[in-house]
């Protein structure tokens, strides 16, 4: 079998995307080529999964796509808009919820939505009435006046995505959003993100739990070494790696089949 599986059609324009990246590369002064000619189009309105092991390029994909990072060649639009040379568009139509947990220790919940909003120019009407309703949506009003380093992993993550959903971005990207989380609010979070896809808010997805991407996205695309290897449905995806799970698909794409859950069955029973 091939590699590199292409299992996507063409697909809108470009400008009809939500994110499109053609032959995108990032080198950096070190020599390390982190991206190496990534392809990608996300459908508006889409739930689209990025997978792949550490180091092999999910964040510096990200980081591009926000303008966090300069890539060295190649384009990303984001609904039309130009990431490099038209960043202030681009971004504005853009939430980023970071896997880090990137939070101002010296805020209060409340006013960390609140100086978000302003940044992104949102009326200050709009911004507390807007607050108000992520308090509430995210479990958070009791702790509002609350500073955020007092706050516990979990409630940090809470705050982390309604701050990225402050300004109504229509492309939401997500970082690693349930990395350490305990079961009860991962379900929350699915629950939460796929009623707002359903909505019509376009999520892009990086995560290292297979069944969160199997369970929530309509595409997957997997990336190793900073290309782009196979991309489709988890069905087209697990057929062509003639397997039964995603799981089981990721694990061939790494080489590491003897890692499967159904091996390991075998060897038990």
Known sequence: ??????????????????????????????????????????????????????????????????????PTSGTIRVFGHDAIGDYAEARQVVGLAPQELNLDWFLTVEETLDYHAGYFGMPKRERRDRTRELLETFSLTAKRDERTRTLSGGMKRRLILARALMHRPRLLILDEPTAGVDI??????????????????????????????????????????????????????????????????????????????????????
């Open 1 to 70: 079998m091939s590699n590199h599986l292409a299992l996507d059609g063409a697909g809108p324009p470009a400008n009809e995307r939500a994110l499109h990246i053609e032959e995108l590369v990032k080198r950096y002064p070190t020599g390390v080529e982190a991206l190496r000619g990534v392809s990608l189009g996300i459908e508006s309105g889409g739930f689209f999964g990025l997978l792949g092991p550490n180091g092999a390029g999910k964040s510096t994909l990200i980081h591009c796509a926000t303008g966090l990072a300069q």
């Open 184 to 269: 009860e609010l991962r379900l929350e979070l699915w629950h939460y993100v796929q009623r707002i896809n359903r909505e019509g808010t376009t999520i892009l997805l990086t995560t290292h739990y297979l069944e969160e991407a199997e369970q929530l996205c309509d595409r997957v695309a997997f990336i190793n070494e900073g290309q782009i290897v196979a991309q489709g449905s988890s069905a087209e995806l697990t057929s062509a790696y003639g397997v039964t799970n995603l799981e089981d698909a990721y694990l061939a794409l790494v080489g590491r089949q003897e890692l499967s859950r159904s091996q390991l069955e075998g060897l038990v029973s």
